[in-house]
């Protein structure tokens, strides 16, 4: 038969997700890659389910379809689960996924800290210091960014703090190059709503100056998810700054967690 001569020749089948949105239980199974002998083995469809079965062999490359990562989520999510079976371990990896997709401006402290933990454990980035030593402090709010410099594929690594008595530690590197992060939450006053911006240019400038390398280019991320001003108006006015202090790049995240380079 048809089915006997490809598993002869070493043919395997994978469940293959092919919609938007995919389900725990899909993800789980989708995770093992072409490992099924019989197109049968790999269905198990369900109401509403939009895989597809595939041919393949150990390394077949199909676009969209990342089985190793959807097996790193799998051994988190059975991490997780209270109990290790395959109803828990779905609804674990749909928790995971929520989290992972929720607006950075909803999430808590906790949630945050949890989402780089797994960050910095893949490999994506590096943290030189705690990353819940964030939390409860003024650099809390830093989180966020951390956060959507992450999802928006940006590598980067939290240097520790360990500049030598009257220098000044710059918050991160990002491609060899280093970056302080500023994450104002309050407004300019009544006469100049957009004074905040001017002033954390210049903190971060002064940041720089005071470091061990003063005459790097000074480069900021400027996280505006907690402050009052509307984005374009922000933006806007770090332009204008930008050319004042002679500031060499500006990565911008909007409120709702998305990054600009400006």
Request: with cysteine; aromatic share 8%; net charge negative.
């Amino acid at each position: 038969t048809m089915a006997g001569n490809c598993a002869r020749d070493g043919v395997r089948y994978a469940r293959v997700p092919r919609g938007s949105e995919t389900c725990g239980f899909c993800i789980m199974l989708a995770s093992r890659g072409f490992v099924y002998t019989t197109p049968e083995a790999a269905q198990h469809s369900h109401d509403g389910c939009d895989c597809k079965v595939m041919p393949g062999f150990d390394g077949t490359e199909v676009e969209g379809y990342d089985p190793e990562s959807m097996y790193d989520l799998y051994r988190e999510a059975r991490e997780r689960a209270e109990h290790k079976t395959d109803r828990d371990i779905s609804r674990e990896i749909e928790k995971i996924l929520a989290e992972r997709e929720k607006p950075v401006d909803e999430m808590s402290a906790k949630e945050m800290v949890s989402y780089l933990e797994r960050a910095r454990d893949s490999g994506d980035i590096v943290y030189s210091k705690p990353i819940d030593s964030f939390v409860g402090t003024d650099d809390e709010r830093d989180l966020s960014a951390h956060v959507s410099l992450h999802r928006a594929g940006i590598r980067f690594e939290v240097r520790a703090e360990d500049a030598p008595k009257g220098f000044k530690n710059i918050d991160l590197s990002i491609d060899d190059q280093l970056w302080e992060v500023k994450s104002p939450n309050a407004d300019g006053g009544s006469k100049d709503p957009l004074r905040f911006v001017e002033k954390n240019i210049r903190k971060a400038k002064k940041q720089f100056k005071g470091s061990q390398t003063p005459d790097a280019p000074v480069r900021v991320v400027f996280n505006n998810v907690y402050a009052a001003a509307a984005d374009e108006d922000v933006m806007r006015r770090i332009r204008v700054e930008i050319e004042r202090h002679g500031i060499a790049e500006v990565i911008f995240v909007h409120k709702n967690g998305s990054v600009e380079r400006i």
